[in-house]
């Protein structure tokens, strides 16, 4: 199969759209996320979402396993060999169905055994069949959006995301008034069934769009190609599947490795916790605060940055595909930099309005704490998360396997061995270890590949230097915000936050155009 040919003017352009719109749908989704989780916290509670987690560390694993994985590689197969693209994401569809099929019937046949012997909460069994279902539907979305991603066409994975989590929400606020009106308990089951319809209307958006608007290279392939994209030879097939799945397999291994580590961290979380003294119940409790409270909040900006992993991956390939390698070099720097720009803003945001936030939103000073502490995650997770997707991108799975697997064994150790000496800050402490570490790894193995440097003074000081400016700035006008004083506390939190961050950014603006005329 021959490579499409390069287009380098417009390769810049397509990644800028795309991340724009990828953020803006990514900010929109956990706006709703937020209260939805709120909704959620308030209805089956703490114990509840830590119950939910556990369960859905499951549906993570079975991802991983049937499409996680073959969605990188359908992104970076397709990038680099844009003219057979439909060809090798119906190979990749068959795949990833069959896997998920399978792994559907396993979990939903051995519910009771993963219950009470892996997740070690027999609570957990009767929820594990509806998780299940959500699996093919999950696989499906999942390729129709690695065929998106590798033609660099945004669109439709980026609606599809507000469409699973619009249709969740409503899905989970009429099934509560269901069980409300007629007098029922309102149990872990209304997240899960939430889950569930979320995926089958994710997949079902990802259908009709790819039916009535598919990329705009689907026609040219049918004519490079010479089939209509259905009825493949059975060579055809082989020809595909063979280099697809050597894409496909570590990247499943890695993932599997990883979510079978972050599994295990899940379900020994509660259990170290208990070995401190707490009850079982006060154990789910604050983990449920710290994942499904505390997290989401810290990951809320991780939407810009995870938007730009999602396109660098195929732009990576493509770029080396054409053997541009000033094109690699210069992802790698914008990715160091605004990393680097976003995690330095949320440590001044979380620090300052953590403890407000936390307790505004989900009425709990422990999620307030939490938030406060893992601000300082924010700069190493998104340097981790860029870097590990230009890494994949430039066929280096096996080194990102390696580096993850790394940062996961050092926060299992914090949690075998730091629970029990410090309490759930001693997790805290393992995760900001693990991802510090893992941003380190993959900057020194990009460091090989592509002439990058890092400079310390760009990256980190002057930013930081802005933040303060940008947080002195917000004091000295702190009599100005007695007026937002009728507003609820939950508003003016954000509002201030607002003004930090765009004193923030109007400051890097200002110190670039500088840096450009000079």
């Not at 803006?24 to 956990?30: K, M, P, Q, V, Y």
């Not at 499409?67 to 359908?74: D, F, R, V, Y």
């Amino acid at each position: 199969m021959n490579a499409s040919p390069s287009h380098p003017s417009m390769a810049p352009k397509a990644f800028l759209a795309g991340t724009l719109l990828l953020t803006a749908t990514g900010l929109i989704c956990r706006f709703l996320g937020f209260f939805y989780r709120i909704y959620m916290s308030r209805t089956i509670g703490a114990e509840g979402l830590g119950l939910y987690n556990m369960v859905h560390t499951l549906f993570n694993l079975s991802f991983a396993v049937c499409a996680g994985s073959i969605q990188t590689a359908l992104s970076q197969y397709i990038a680099a060999h844009r003219p057979q693209g439909r060809r090798i994401f119906i190979t990749g569809l068959l795949c990833a169905l069959g896997l998920s099929v399978t792994m559907a019937w396993l979990l939903y046949a051995q519910s009771s055994p993963i219950a009470s012997y892996i997740l070690l909460e027999p609570r957990c069994a009767p929820y594990i069949p509806l998780i299940a279902l959500s699996v093919p539907f999950a696989a499906v979305h999942a390729c129709i959006n690695g065929y998106y991603y590798g033609m660099q066409k945004a669109r439709v994975p980026a609606l599809s995301q507000v469409a699973e989590q619009v249709i969740r929400m409503i899905a989970v606020f009429l099934i509560a008034k269901v069980l409300l009106s007629s007098g029922r308990e309102i149990t872990l089951s209304l997240a899960v069934y939430g889950h569930v319809i979320g995926e089958a209307a994710a997949s079902g958006f990802s259908l009709f769009c790819l039916g009535f608007f598919p990329p705009e290279n689907e026609k040219t392939e049918g004519r490079i190609s010479g089939i209509s994209g259905s009825g493949l030879p059975y060579a055809s097939q082989k020809s595909i599947l063979i280099p697809l799945m050597t894409l496909a397999l570590p990247l499943m291994g890695s993932r599997l490795v990883l979510n079978l580590l972050g599994s295990a961290e899940a379900v020994l979380i509660p259990n170290r916790l208990v070995s401190c003294g707490l009850t079982n119940s006060e154990a789910l409790s604050i983990y449920g605060v710290l994942t499904s409270m505390a997290l989401p909040f810290v990951l809320f900006p991780s939407a810009i940055t995870n938007s730009m992993a999602v396109l660098l991956l195929p732009s990576a390939a493509q770029a080396q595909s054409d053997g541009n390698h000033e094109r690699i070099a210069s992802m790698i720097s914008l990715s160091l930099r605004y990393s680097c720009y976003m995690g330095i803003l949320c440590i001044g945001i979380f620090t300052l309005f953590g403890m407000q936030l936390g307790f505004e939103v989900f009425q709990d000073r422990n999620a307030g704490l939490f938030i406060t502490i893992l601000s300082w995650l924010c700069p190493f997770m998104y340097l981790a998360t860029t870097l590990g997707s230009i890494l994949n991108g430039l066929g280096k799975t096996a080194s990102t396997f390696l580096f993850n697997t790394a940062a996961m064994v050092i926060r299992l150790g914090f949690v075998i061995f730091g629970i029990p000496a410090m309490g759930i800050y001693g997790y805290l402490l393992g995760m900001l270890l693990g991802e510090l570490a893992l941003a380190f790894m993959n900057f020194l193995a990009l460091k090989k590949l592509a002439p990058v440097r890092w400079d310390c003074m760009t990256m980190v000081i002057k930013p930081s230097i802005l933040l303060v400016l940008s947080i002195g700035i917000y004091f000295a006008l702190t009599p100005c915000f007695k007026a937002l004083s009728h507003f609820p506390a939950f508003i003016q939190t954000m509002l201030q936050s607002g003004f930090v961050s765009l004193c923030y950014l109007g400051l890097l603006l200002i110190f670039h155009l500088g840096k450009k005329q000079g």
